[in-house]
């Protein structure tokens, strides 16, 4: 009997021992592919870019919608990635985190049971390079608060694109949603621009482009003064600002470009384009972000208050970049606390801001 048993806890540890090892594995295999992924790009291996990526991966998988699905429609096409200057394209290319070149770009649609009418334009996020439409968990617990979700593709740099190609492509999706607004039972003049990280940066494009699209802006961490950030080559914890503006790039991390205007940043800075006629905006961003600096979200709210215009910065001490990644995580609340709050006018930004 006492042999018998001693057998049982032998092969229970042996279980427990591989479910351990198996955990492992899961955990930290992500991990090692986004080192992977880092050192095949230009450039010296660095914490943060490390970092970044499996931050990405490991919490932006897609998985998290539920039983959820999206509708997806083709809302424009480009021209082939074989038509475009080579020498616009990365030599190194896309790194394996970025979707294929498709030059059909394309926008899920994803419908809540219970639609209150309004509707998110939400923009993902990946250093303008990396990932895809469905990469937010985020999407699941809008789709619970009624919201009509569209989520579209957009041109990424390493294909050769810069930022107007990028807001010219979010144009057109904001344009296609026009157009399908009834069919989607959405109301058209309900409609707000989220994004999380350089998807803020371009939903403050948008939002400030074409403010009488949008009710709403609320941006994720993204850079609100860009041409700040460009001026002073801004590098802290091994990484730099991503090449956004210019072609020909050198170091993936880095604004090392031959053929580089520094003069056309302005167009692709959100605080040089807000005007009295900006939609009301909300920012949420960690204090001690190594990877886009808080002062540019300060620099943007002063500029909002300067104006007139309605705004939230909701600074979260000693948080870093990707302060909301993790369903249960403190910025990740809050995020949903407050979107809810913005898009339902339940005076966030009066009793926020006394």
Known sequence: MQKQRQQQLTRFRK???ACYFTCLICTFVPLLQSLSVINALPG???????????LHRLNLSGTAHGDYEPETYTYRSHRSLEDQDPEMRWSEGCPS???PFDPDLKL??????????????YIHGGGWSLLDKSNSFHIRHMLESGY??????????????????????????????STRAEQWGVDDERVTVVGT?????????????????FTNVYNLYGPGD?????????????????????????????????????????SVSPISLVTGDSPRTVTLHGTSDSLIPFYLSEALHARLDELGIENLLIGLDGFDH??????????????RWTLAAMMNGDGIFEDMNN
Not at 44 to 54: I, T
Not at 152 to 174: E, F, I
């Open 15 to 17: 279980a427990a021992l």
């Open 44 to 54: 010296a291996f660095s914490f943060g870019k490390w970092l970044f990526l499996s």
């Open 97 to 99: 985190s970025s979707r």
């Open 108 to 121: 899920d649609v994803w419908r809540p049971e219970d639609p209150n009418g309004q509707a998110i334009l």
């Open 148 to 177: 009509t979700v569209v989520s579209p593709q957009y041109s990424l740099v390493c294909h050769g694109y810069n930022g107007v190609d990028m807001l010219d492509d979010l144009v057109a999706a904001r344009r296609y949603l």
């Open 197 to 213: 990280s350089s998807g803020g940066h371009l939903a403050l494009l948008l939002a400030y482009t074409h403010p009488s699209n």
């Open 226 to 266: 860009f041409a700040e950030w460009f001026e002073k080559g801004w590098t802290a914890g091994g990484t730099a600002g991503l090449e956004f503006t210019c072609h020909n790039v050198e170091d993936w991390w880095s604004f090392v470009a031959p053929n580089c205007d520094p003069d056309g940043v302005d």
């Open 322 to 335: 990707g302060l909301d990644l993790g369903e249960a995580s403190v910025g990740s609340q809050i995020f």
